[in-house]
């Protein structure tokens, strides 16, 4: 008498069992990396950008510190609820004694292509010295352009009136934003010079 053998599958059989399972668990995972990518960005921008900058700095550059000013005082018979609060009066600077390489006034770069959008800049010069530079353009149809062009401008913007020229570091996860940058900076301050 002869003892039968359990039906087992062929060795292809499993082979091709185990090859579909892997198949669907990537292509699952794939799927859901797409759908969290395209889907659940601005959930996960928030979070990381309400904890921790999520874009790496080449070269670390203090920010200007922040001014809080004080409450201005109430004249007597005025209510003091927030609508009758004056205005903060805005920060004086005082004049350098030196005057910089550059002549005063407000200078407007070109418009650079950054794949992703245009940037143009203006370039305020006080005094001879670069005092502020503003953003008239920037990369922001995007979500993620918008985030990482949110926290790359203050660097940017700080580091260009540090070294008072347009030879800035190239901020990482914003290289083509800083590289537009210091194109349209640097005209604008070519412009400016004396």
């Known amino acids: 008498m002869s003892q ?3 039906n087992r599958p062929s060795p292809l059989l499993r082979a091709v069992k185990k090859y579909s399972v892997s ?3 990537v292509c699952s995972f794939t799927a859901y990396a797409v759908h969290e990518r395209m889907i659940g960005a601005d959930a996960t921008a928030a979070a990381a950008a309400s904890q921790a900058p999520s874009v790496a700095v080449a070269r670390q550059v ?3 510190p922040t001014i809080t000013p004080a409450p201005r005082q109430i004249a007597p018979g005025r209510s003091t609820g927030a609508s009758a609060m004056l205005p903060p009066a805005p920060p004086t600077a005082e004049p350098t004694a030196a005057l910089g390489p550059y002549k005063d006034g ?6 650079v292509d950054a794949y992703f959008g245009n940037v143009q800049v203006k370039a ?3 005094n001879g010295q670069l005092a502020d530079v503003s953003f008239l353009d920037f990369p922001n149809h995007r979500r993620t352009s918008v985030r990482i062009n949110n926290y790359a401008m203050p660097y940017l913007t700080s580091e260009a009136i540090q070294v008072q020229s347009a030879r800035v570091n190239i901020i990482s996860g914003a290289t083509l934003t800083s590289e537009a940058f210091a194109q349209s900076l640097h005209v604008a301050l070519e412009s400016a010079k004396s």
Do not use: M, N
Request: hydrophobic share 35%; charged share 10%.
């Open 4 to 6: 039968r053998q359990p």
């Open 23 to 25: 198949a669907f668990v």
């Open 62 to 64: 203090p920010l200007p």
């Open 106 to 111: 407000e200078y407007t770069g070109p418009i």
């Open 124 to 126: 305020t010069v006080q």
